[in-house]
């Protein structure tokens, strides 16, 4: 936030608002930049490639992952880790891996690439806020978790973000039209 004031309004921070931006770690902060620009990007190719099949798309896709992932994983929690991992695997851990790729992975990926075809990029994107709100919804549903006011308080804001997103545009550009075509 300092940041953009800095070059948007042309703000000088104080020597306590840098000392406390640099403080803060960057690595997560760079991190969920990083995320973000790689969902907009995955975005943008996706539309750009009008996939005929969008399940087709999806499995050739998750076929690039596993095995980088496999090697950070060696790399990062080495092969004790990994082991213990697999060796605590149980019907509900199956079950959780079966949901999220079954359900999540291709049916929700599969369902985001249909509708990457049919509108633009910048319509359906937003719609990714939902995901949060839906985590907190099941949570409470089939876990029986209780949502904190802020939860609740911003779900309500994703939600009416989303809402506002969607409210058709007002006739203002119709009426200035009409009005610039009335003779004088």
Do not use: Y
């Not at 790689?38 to 539309?47: D, F, P, Q």
């Not at 980088?68 to 990062?76: D, G, Q, R, Y």
């Not at 509708?115 to 549903?141: D, N, Q």
């Amino acid at each position: 936030m300092i940041a953009i004031a800095v070059v948007v309004l042309a703000e000088r921070p104080r020597r306590e608002q840098v000392a406390g931006a640099a403080s803060a770690p960057i690595l997560p902060f760079v991190l969920v930049v990083g995320a973000a620009a790689a969902w907009g990007v995955s975005n943008t190719l996706t539309r750009m490639a009008q996939p005929p099949d969008a399940l087709a798309l999806l499995v050739w896709a998750s076929l690039v992952a596993p095995l980088p992932l496999l090697e950070l994983s060696f790399a990062f929690e080495g092969p004790a880790e990994i082991g213990a991992a697999l060796g605590a695997i149980d019907v509900a851990a199956v079950a959780s891996l079966l949901f999220v790729a079954l359900v999540s992975g291709l049916f929700g990926f599969a369902a985001w690439i249909a509708l990457l075809k049919r509108h633009t990029a910048a319509a359906v994107t937003p719609f990714a806020l939902l995901v949060p709100v839906f985590g907190i919804a099941s949570a409470a549903l089939l876990l029986g978790e209780r949502p904190s006011a802020l939860e609740l308080g911003g779900a309500v804001l994703i939600c009416a973000g989303l809402a506002a997103m969607l409210k058709p545009p007002r006739r203002r550009a119709a009426a200035a039209t009409v009005a610039a075509a009335a003779p004088a």
